[in-house]
């Protein structure tokens, strides 16, 4: 069957853009495929080295809102990265073939050194963050890689220094295919792309009151500021949820009529709130079972990490024997 794996770093609970962009679709896949998702942990520590002690809770949050989304731990392993540390292994070998020029070119290095610019991230382990993804991938054989736009680079470079490896070492390692995620974007409550950075977003967890309030304060069409205004649903991000959350004939009846002044921004926020909330529901359902069951979550991530890392094991072993290095006892 053919492997899957993805991951995100240990973000705590998390929101509606995290959902439709990543989660959703994680949900599907695990149907089809073998699939690994995986929380990466030591990624995380490449921008915030500094200071780890949250990071425990963060990914016990985010795992309850992964089962809550509908990951299965019958279908798909799901495990941290630290607790499988033949990635870390991998790691050093690849970091050994890939050329810098490779890494100072990956686009999100650059950008991500000006937005952190605060932060010390001067570091070894900052420039090698896509050689650690490209050990995650590899060490599993995955051959699909389900990730949004901007982490295509980062699977490309897999590619590269897998081929690198393979023609140094002889073929033990399989080049992945990144899976492109359709891109969603969600607008949050002031407009702006939904992120947990602008303090704008509606939490998987929120209560069914607490998304009708957030909703309510949500910025509307900035022209429309009477009722009998005519609005513009396409430049309205209430409107934009709608598209991504609403039936397509109760969504285009809502756009003719706001076009129309016939529905009201508070009427058109209500249905939006409902829609959502109907959405939401079983994710609350199986998000309240989870989070009263931490010891439950530990399990799971404690049985995801074994499975991977005999899977892991399995790869290294042909890898060090490839390279000539020692296998030791394990
Ligand atoms: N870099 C990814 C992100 O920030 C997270 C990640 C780490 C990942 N290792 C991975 C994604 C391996 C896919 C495959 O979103
Ligand atoms: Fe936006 Fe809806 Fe108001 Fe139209 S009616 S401006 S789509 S909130």
Redesign the pocket.
């Known amino acids: 069957m053919t492997r899957v794996l993805s991951g995100m770093q240990p973000s705590g609970a998390l929101h509606l853009g995290n959902w439709k962009g990543a989660l959703e679709n994680w949900v599907r896949l695990q149907e089809q495929y073998e699939s690994y998702f995986m929380v990466a942990d030591w990624h995380a520590l490449t921008s915030r080295y500094h200071d780890t002690r949250d990071i425990p809770e963060l990914i016990r949050a985010m795992v309850v809102d992964w089962l809550a989304g509908g990951l299965d731990p019958r279908r798909a392993i799901i495990f941290v990265q630290s607790a499988v540390p033949h990635h870390a292994e991998l790691h050093l070998l690849f970091s050994m073939v890939t050329p810098l020029g490779w890494l100072e070119r990956v686009p999100s290095y650059k950008e991500k050194l000006r937005e952190l610019a605060h932060r010390d991230i001067h570091t070894y382990g900052f420039l090698g963050y896509p050689v650690l993804q490209a050990a995650d991938i590899a060490i599993y054989r995955a051959e699909l890689v389900p990730v949004g736009q901007d982490q295509v680079p980062h699977v490309e470079l897999t590619r590269e220094i897998v081929r690198r490896f393979n023609s140094i070492y002889g073929p033990v390692l399989a080049e992945p295919d990144a899976l492109l995620t359709e891109a969603k974007v969600l607008p949050g409550l002031d407009g702006k792309k939904m992120s947990k950075s602008y303090g704008n977003t509606i939490g998987l967890g929120d209560s069914a009151e607490e998304v009708a309030d957030k909703i309510r304060t949500m910025v509307?069409?900035p022209a429309?500021i009477r009722r009998s205004d005519p609005?513009h649903?396409e430049i309205?991000p209430?409107?934009h949820l709608h598209q991504v959350f609403t039936p397509a004939a109760e969504r285009l009846d809502?756009g003719e009529r706001?076009r129309r002044a016939e529905?009201?921004?508070v009427q058109?926020?209500s249905r939006l709130a409902a829609t959502l909330n109907a959405d939401l529901a079983p994710v609350r359902e199986r998000r309240a079972f989870w989070s009263h069951r931490p010891r439950e979550v530990d399990e799971i991530l404690v049985q995801g990490a074994e499975r991977a890392a005999v899977d892991a094991e399995e790869t290294m072993a042909r890898v060090r024997a490839a390279a000539h290095l020692q296998a030791g006892r394990r």
Do not use: Y
Request: hydrophobic share 25%.
């Open positions: 509307t069409d429309r609005g649903p309205c209430v409107f809502i706001c529905i009201g921004c058109c926020k």
